[in-house]
């Protein structure tokens, strides 16, 4: 063992309870995720047994409020735990992040009766979840979606494809935005459909450069019927529903990029610090010592960002333009920091004996995820010098 073995994360929790909460993760993360992770990805399979364990553990719900079976946690203390899922295995913490994502739209904007018949079994029965935005034609500008869903008597009918859907194919249920009215983002309302509708089917999983284990898939709605008490919030109101998950959604990204690149830091130190050339460890060369100090400093600073914007959203005060900075920043220091992992690590590091390699291909896919990279700059600059002239 190197003398300079990286340790734990030193965390900022705000209660007693929130640091036994991250010991009881680090324990689940150790036991039951970090050791299959490897074999698992390369084997392209989904962990739902480590999903089944988190739910049981109370860790699906965590940021919703325990009248309905949710942890009562601040996002301060729940994103941390994404983190340290994702270091331990991305398609987990992606995975949790999107699962909650999925809830946003029932737990914010559904009534109580919708609540108390749906919101127990999302969040702590054991369930899975998917969130249905974009489609084949509409990624970046998703108010153009047309994904339909029309009233027939109580009911209604949803026809059209959505893409790009984690857990598409085996969610249990899918948070949906379909147009139920004129073109553009009035006229787009959200369902919850359950996954064994009639009607709905998944197309094959899309074969990825990362994160094979997470499988995403088209869903086809082929005429699904979905009755009344399945439209959350107002007709029309699907798109403002839709933009309130993603600014919570983007800070779970920003999360688990920052494990990732915790744990290809880690990686990186370790094997810095046991490797030896010309008679003495490699990390006593200059060149990788300031490599690895520049990996841990926009660690800090990505992690800093993320918790300073949830402290925000915890507080009830805006945050949508610190979420879209922490994504962008936090994604782009995974993207740097992976690869800068591999070259620590050089030959090896290319290798899949090692995990940095896998670490940055599943690195590239978090500047896309939830509103690319180009986006979150756009949602930034909104926010300084107002929308664009046309």
Known sequence: MPDHAPQPVERQLPTDEARDLISLVRDIAQREIAPKAAEEEDAGR?????????????????????????????????????????????????????????????????????????LPAMLGGGLL?????????????????????????????LTGTKAWITHGGIADFYTVMARTGEEGPRG??????????????????????????????????????????????????????????????????AACAIGLAQAALDEAVAYATGRRQFGRPISDFQGLRFLLADMATQIEAGRALYLAAARLRDAGRPFAKQAAMAKLLCTDAAMKVTTDAVQVLGGYGYTADFPVERY???????????GTNQIQRMVIARHLAGPETH
């Open 46 to 118: 989904f962990p739902r047994e480590v999903f089944a364990l988190l739910s049981e553990s109370g860790l699906l719900g965590l940021p919703y409020s325990s009248d309905h079976g949710g942890g009562d946690q601040p996002y301060e203390v729940y994103l941390q735990v994404l983190e340290e899922l994702a270091a331990a295995r991305l398609t987990v913490g992606l995975g949790a992040s999107v699962h909650t994502l999925s809830c946003h739209a029932l737990a914010s904007y559904g009534t109580k009766e919708q609540q108390a018949e749906h």
């Open 129 to 157: 979840g998917a969130y249905c935005l974009s489609e084949p034609a509409s990624g970046s500008d998703a108010a153009s979606l047309s994904t339909k869903a029309v009233r027939d008597g109580d009911d209604w009918v």
């Open 188 to 253: 787009i309302t959200a369902f919850l459909a359950p996954g064994d509708a009639a009607g709905l089917n998944a197309a094959a999983p899309e074969r990825k450069m990362g994160l094979k284990g997470s499988p995403t898939a088209q869903i086809n709605f082929d005429g699904v019927r979905l009755d009344a008490g399945r439209r959350i919030g107002e007709e029309g109101q699907g798109f403002a529903i839709a933009l309130s998950a993603l600014d919570s959604g983007r800070l779970g990204i």
């Open 360 to 370: 940055m291909r599943e690195a590239k896919v978090l500047q896309i995820v939830e």
